[in-house]
């Protein structure tokens, strides 16, 4: 089975990808999604993260609130990496199951944002990442309710997507229609699905 990760920048359009795979018949893990689980209420990370950031970070409902968090985090390089500390070994856990599950698939992707921050860009057997302008990004980071200085904080926080996309087997540049994103997606998946069958 073809290992694919799927990363790239925030607010790139990771997930209009992932879901172009899925459309494709290619199962797709979204490692965002495990993350929320790694974190639920009685979990060890949850204990872990009430430990290192206090109870101003459980929501009323009882589950971290992930808001909240992120504004600290965000703002600290140190707390966001003892966070990624905290969280990145229990997801890492959790999509090396889903891929184990995948067996009989051809290909299998995950969609991984801080697939290079957290060091675990081998083991895949393609990286394919998404990318944007910056000025695409912060538009989008606008459109979903960031202030001017979280879309910095956030930009400030990831390695840069130029950098990325000099160390990813594929790159897709989203910088236009849906119908050129779809395009070049389909493009990249036609370019593993051959080499995955030379």
């Not at 490692?31 to 009430?50: F, K, P």
């Not at 930009?155 to 996309?165: H, N, R």
Request: charged share 25%; hydrophobic share 45%; proline share 3%.
């Amino acid at each position: 089975m073809l290992r694919i990760a799927i990363t790239g920048g925030i607010a790139c359009g990771k997930s209009q990808v992932g879901a172009l795979f899925a459309a494709n018949n290619v199962p797709v893990c979204d490692s965002d999604e495990l993350a929320h689980r790694v974190i639920m209420n009685g979990t060890g990370a949850y204990r872990q993260i009430i430990d290192e950031f206090g109870r101003k970070v459980v929501g009323q409902d009882g589950e971290i609130d992930r808001s909240a968090l992120g504004r600290i985090v965000f703002a600290n390089p140190e707390r966001l990496r003892i966070l990624n500390a905290l969280v990145h070994p229990g997801v890492k856990i959790l999509w090396e199951s889903w891929l184990r599950k995948q067996k009989g698939q051809a290909v299998a992707a995950v969609m991984i944002p801080l697939l290079y921050e957290a060091g675990q860009e081998g083991n895949w057997g393609a990286v394919v990442c998404v990318s944007a302008r910056e000025s695409d990004q912060r538009t989008r980071l606008k459109a979903r309710g960031l202030t001017v200085r979280e879309i910095k904080l956030r930009l400030a926080a990831q390695m840069p997507v130029w950098e990325k996309m000099e160390r990813a087997d594929h790159v897709i540049f989203n910088c236009g229609s849906l119908e050129l994103l779809k395009e070049q997606t389909l493009r990249v998946l036609n370019e593993l699905l051959e080499r995955k069958h030379a």
